[in-house]
Nanobody, 118 residues
């Protein structure tokens, strides 16, 4: 079965950093789009970032450009999201998701919670 397991969330102060990991299994990892989607109370679900595993092309939401970096290790079937300069507005449940195209996801993992204190 397809599995996407997110980890790495936690509590961090404003300006701090976290690295999220998404371990994937059950599908062709090297020919897929895997991204991070976040949901916070009172806010719309936001497509944060995405990477195409075949060529490494990336996309970022304007709200995180310059602060977040997505990457992948195809051998480890893992996608990472390095989050720097965290702000309270980044507080959310972060989901790892995969599909044929960025932001068109068929598979979803359980979220990992990121909390940024002010």
């Amino acid at each position: 079965e397809v599995q996407l397991q997110a980890s790495g969330g936690g509590l961090v102060q404003t300006g701090g950093s976290l690295r999220l990991s998404c371990a994937a299994s059950g599908f062709t990892f090297d020919d897929y789009a895997i991204g991070w989607v976040r949901q916070a109370p009172g806010k719309e679900r936001e497509d944060v970032s995405c990477i195409v595993t075949s060529d490494g092309s990336t996309r970022y939401a304007d709200s995180v450009k310059g602060r977040f970096t997505i990457s992948r290790d195809n051998a480890k079937r893992t996608v990472y999201l390095q989050m720097n300069g965290l702000k309270p507005d980044d507080t959310a449940l972060y989901y790892c998701a995969g599909g044929e195209y960025c932001n068109e996801y068929d598979y979803w993992g359980r979220g990992t919670l990121v909390t940024v204190s002010s």
